[in-house]
């Protein structure tokens, strides 16, 4: 049986087309063209895009009716066009796509609202095994991160009023500082 030729095969049209991923078994979906992909006849079939955006090649003409009966998809408009965020599909060769904005779209309520705290991972477990005092939840507590050193508090008024004498030639006295570039010029020479 020979494929449908482009003078059959229009925007609108009625057709048996087979996936790209049905041809190494045959099967066929029924669907309204909405775009021709293929700019002539083919032998293998006319490739085209169907309404619902399924891709493949014609087989044959389907007829208005299905086996059971009912149309397969009336011609012209479905509600695939009328979706939020569904442009459709140009008809000619050269017209561009229309797009709609996603933003636009009225967005479901949500039942709960959710907050920072939802996008947090709990930190990695570092080091080689585990310890008896980390926990196993993931929680972060005290006893997971260990104790800083203690550094003795110092008076920054004590600092300034401690005078020390210089080791090397004990004539010189002054603060911290001082005495550190004192002794220095004692070895620059």
């Known amino acids: ?70 149309p397969d998809e009336p011609c012209g408009d479905t509600e695939a066009d009328h979706r939020p965020g569904f442009a459709g599909f140009s008809r000619g060769r050269w017209e561009r796509r229309h797009y709609t904005d996603v933003r636009q779209e009225a967005q479901p309520p949500s039942a709960q609202p959710i907050g920072l705290d939802a996008y947090i991972k709990p930190a990695k477990q570092r080091g080689k095994g585990r310890k008896a005092g980390n926990t196993t939840t993931g929680e972060v507590t005290d006893d997971n991160f260990p104790a800083a050193p203690q550094r003795p508090a110092i008076d920054p008024a004590s600092a300034e009023q401690e005078v020390l004498a210089c080791p090397v030639c004990e004539d010189f006295k002054g603060n911290a500082a001082a005495l550190m570039h004192h002794v220095q010029s004692h070895f620059d020479d």
């Open 1 to 70: 049986m020979p494929v449908p030729t482009t003078r059959e095969v229009i925007p609108g049209s009625l057709v048996n087309i087979v996936l790209k991923a049905d041809q190494p078994t045959g099967r066929t979906v029924q669907g309204a063209v909405a775009q021709l992909l293929t700019r002539g006849n083919h032998p293998r079939g006319i490739k085209v895009r169907l309404a619902d955006g399924r891709v493949g090649r014609v087989q044959s003409m389907a007829g208005t009716m299905t086996s059971n009966g009912v």
